[in-house]
Nanobody, 115 residues
Framework: QVQLAESGGGFAQPGGSLRLSCVAS????????LAWYRQIPGKERELVAL???????SYIESLRGRLTISRDNAKNTVYLQMNKLQPADTAVYYC?????????WGQGTQVTVSS
């Protein structure tokens, strides 16, 4: 059974940073493509960053420069480092794993940016 568990969300002040983590189990993590999405209240879920099995990174253009996605295959973990946070970044952040035409989602972690 594949499971994804996000952590690292919480409160941050504008200009602050958070690092989200997503640990996967029950799957061959090293071959998977991984992504972070977010869902802002009242809006559709959107892709913010992804990293392929080879380590190639891609980011939503509006957030490029403030986000870094990385993976540690030895720990079955994908990270999202978020810097210079803004209130508009307040959302539930989800990790997604794609492998062999299957996709799996975590339960999400809340990020709230407020002064």
């Amino acid at each position: 059974q594949v499971q994804l568990a996000e952590s690292g969300g919480g409160f941050a002040q504008p200009g602050g940073s958070l690092r989200l983590s997503c640990v996967a189990s029950g799957i061959n993590f090293g071959d998977a493509a991984l992504a972070w999405y977010r869902q802002i209240p009242g809006k559709e879920r959107e892709l913010v960053a992804l990293i392929g099995s080879s380590g190639t990174e891609s980011y939503i253009e509006s957030l490029r420069g403030r986000l870094t996605i990385s993976r540690d295959n030895a720990k079955n973990t994908v990270y999202l480092q978020m810097n210079k946070l803004q209130p508009a970044d307040t959302a539930v952040y989800y990790c997604k794993l794609n492998l062999n035409w299957q996709e799996y989602w975590g339960q999400g972690t809340q990020v709230t940016v407020s002064s």
